[in-house]
């Protein structure tokens, strides 16, 4: 996309301190360029690497439950097909954007390289607000969209997973939808419910994925789970799976926070407890089992390991010189933005990047989409141990590119990732 091109020649690494799409997109092509240049690319396949392989927007226009129409724009960039068919979420979000969508499919082509599965990177989504939409105009809406995109997508060619605003029932939708134009084809999608082909271990996975990543980390330097203090920001499906099997290891979750508030206990917070409490009242206020605390504060809470879970960008200048934490474990995409990345890294604060400590979930996905095409399903255990020893090997890998290249963990996994997609453009014969 233009931007790209835009970014790429002035090497840009913000448009605007508060503008973290743009942010996400200018660090994106920051840390690929990096890791090109680690890697010694030749300047053509450099800039070939970077440009998205289709990008598709489409008009998506539905009856509403009142009988007026409304038309919301829907977008697919596929990124890169070099090692397999393309793989990426599909967001429903009012500030879905052709450049966020595209830096975060450029995110995908490395990070399933990085933990080495045969997919390269997409990503989609439409500009609309789910909330704002009754159950039945979110299904007539995901329909259209994948009538307009169905002989763009494919069990061999894109396969689509849920995203933020979207879920498993938008899934069920996409697959039967996509169906009725090429017959029964669960492998689709994946993050689809149990009953039409889901896995087993999904929902958990990038949680559960993000502690294995931490264990890996910590086994570098002699520590354990059980013997640190975490926080926790973004307690919602993957910051609650970390926290809760954090607290099972033994680990002490000493400060939790979500949009509705946050929530601190010096001698660990009974997570279980937590977990029940939101539950029944839908928010993390008036919790009996900790104090309240500001929101803010909590990044720069003192902690052993901070475990951000939600948005992007929320590590900065003006508070990465006040973070506390020794460790720091990506679980949201893109939570430091490059000018914290460098006050953290000259505090000496370690942190595992996005690209891998995130990866839980599509290598899950990418377990789903092997059931379905075997017509085999698994049993959680095996998705389990799968996954963690997926999740070993590719920190092993980072840290042997980090000794190679002499350099962070997070240009170690982009130049993992960024090499493997290389050398497989290569080796098909790019320039033929």
Same mark, same amino acid.
């Given at each position: 996309?233009?931007?790209?091109?835009?970014?790429?020649?002035?090497?840009?690494?913000?448009?605007?301190?508060?503008?973290?799409?743009?942010?996400?997109?200018?660090?994106?092509?920051?840390?690929?360029?990096?890791?090109?240049?680690?890697?010694?690319?030749?300047?053509?396949?450099?800039?070939?690497?970077?440009?998205?392989?289709?990008?598709?927007?489409?008009?998506?226009?539905?009856?509403?439950?009142?009988?007026?129409?409304?038309?919301?724009?829907?977008?697919?960039?596929?990124?890169?097909?070099?090692?397999?068919?393309?793989?990426?979420?599909?967001?429903?979000?009012?500030?879905?954007?052709?450049?966020?969508?595209?830096?975060?499919?450029?995110?995908?082509?490395?990070?399933?390289?990085?933990?080495?599965?045969?997919?390269?990177?997409?990503?989609?989504?439409?500009?609309?607000?789910?909330?704002?939409?009754?159950?039945?105009?979110?299904?007539?809406?995901?329909?259209?969209?994948?009538?307009?995109?169905?002989?763009?997508?494919?069990?061999?060619?894109?396969?689509?997973?849920?995203?933020?605003?979207?879920?498993?029932?938008?899934?069920?939708?996409?697959?039967?939808?996509?169906?009725?134009?090429?017959?029964?084809?669960?492998?689709?999608?994946?993050?689809?419910?149990?009953?039409?082909?889901?896995?087993?271990?999904?929902?958990?996975?990038?949680?559960?994925?993000?502690?294995?990543?931490?264990?890996?980390?910590?086994?570098?330097?002699?520590?354990?789970?059980?013997?640190?203090?975490?926080?926790?920001?973004?307690?919602?499906?993957?910051?609650?799976?970390?926290?809760?099997?954090?607290?099972?290891?033994?680990?002490?979750?000493?400060?939790?926070?979500?949009?509705?508030?946050?929530?601190?206990?010096?001698?660990?917070?009974?997570?279980?407890?937590?977990?029940?409490?939101?539950?029944?009242?839908?928010?993390?206020?008036?919790?009996?089992?900790?104090?309240?605390?500001?929101?803010?504060?909590?990044?720069? #809470?003192? @902690?052993?390991?901070?475990?951000?879970?939600?948005?992007? !960008? &929320?590590?900065?200048?003006?508070? *990465?010189? $006040?973070? %506390?934490?020794?460790?720091?474990?990506?679980?949201?995409?893109?939570?430091?933005?490059?000018?914290?990345?460098?006050?953290?890294?000259?505090?000496?604060?370690?942190?595992?990047?996005?690209?891998?400590?995130?990866?839980?979930?599509?290598?899950?996905?990418?377990?789903?989409?092997?059931?379905?095409?075997?017509?085999?399903?698994?049993?959680?255990?095996?998705?389990?141990?799968?996954?963690?020893?997926?999740?070993?090997?590719?920190?092993?890998?980072?840290?042997?590119?980090?000794?190679? #290249?002499? @350099?962070?963990?997070?240009?170690?996994?982009?130049?993992? !990732? &960024?090499?493997?997609?290389?050398? *497989?453009? $290569?080796? %098909?014969?790019?320039?033929?």
């Amino acid at each position: 996309c233009l931007i790209n091109l835009i970014l790429w020649v002035l090497g840009s690494t913000s448009l605007s301190d508060n503008y973290t799409i743009m942010n996400a997109l200018a660090a994106t092509n920051r840390n690929f360029r990096h890791a090109a240049r680690l890697l010694g690319l030749d300047s053509k396949l450099e800039k070939s690497l970077l440009i998205p392989f289709r990008e598709i927007k489409v008009e998506c226009t539905i009856p509403k439950d009142d009988g007026t129409l409304a038309s919301y724009i829907g977008f697919r960039v596929q990124h890169d097909n070099a090692r397999g068919p393309m793989k990426g979420g599909i967001r429903y979000h009012p500030e879905v954007e052709p450049d966020e969508v595209n830096a975060l499919a450029q995110l995908m082509t490395w990070k399933t390289a990085v933990v080495n599965i045969p997919y390269g990177g997409a990503k989609g989504g439409i500009g609309c607000t789910p909330r704002d939409l009754s159950k039945s105009e979110l299904e007539r809406l995901t329909r259209v969209f994948t009538q307009k995109i169905h002989d763009l997508i494919g069990v061999n060619t894109d396969v689509p997973a849920p995203d933020m605003g979207t879920n498993a029932q938008t899934m069920a939708w996409i697959l039967d939808e996509y169906s009725k134009f090429h017959g029964h084809s669960p492998a689709i999608v994946t993050g689809k419910p149990i009953d039409l082909g889901g896995s087993l271990g999904r929902e958990a996975a990038t949680g559960r994925g993000v502690v294995f990543a931490t264990e890996a980390l910590l086994k570098e330097y002699g520590k354990s789970i059980k013997d640190l203090t975490f926080v926790v920001q973004g307690f919602g499906n993957v910051g609650s799976w970390a926290a809760r099997l954090i607290h099972e290891r033994g680990g002490k979750v000493i400060a939790v926070s979500d949009i509705t508030g946050a929530v601190k206990n010096p001698t660990g917070i009974d997570i279980p407890a937590l977990l029940k409490h939101k539950e029944e009242t839908g928010s993390l206020v008036n919790f009996t089992g900790g104090d309240v605390m500001d929101s803010d504060e909590l990044l720069v #809470h003192e @902690c052993d390991v901070l475990i951000p879970c939600a948005l992007g !960008g &929320v590590l900065n200048r003006e508070n *990465a010189g $006040n973070v %506390r934490a020794k460790f720091i474990i990506e679980a949201a995409n893109h939570p430091t933005d490059p000018e914290a990345d460098e006050i953290l890294s000259k505090k000496g604060v370690i942190i595992l990047p996005d690209i891998y400590a995130n990866a839980g979930g599509v290598t899950v996905s990418y377990f789903e989409w092997v059931q379905n095409i075997q017509g085999f399903m698994w049993d959680e255990d095996k998705v389990n141990m799968e996954l963690k020893r997926y999740m070993a090997s590719a920190f092993s890998n980072i840290k042997n590119m980090c000794q190679t #290249h002499n @350099c962070n963990l997070r240009m170690g996994a982009f130049s993992l !990732g &960024v090499n493997r997609v290389a050398r *497989a453009t $290569n080796l %098909r014969g790019w320039e033929a």
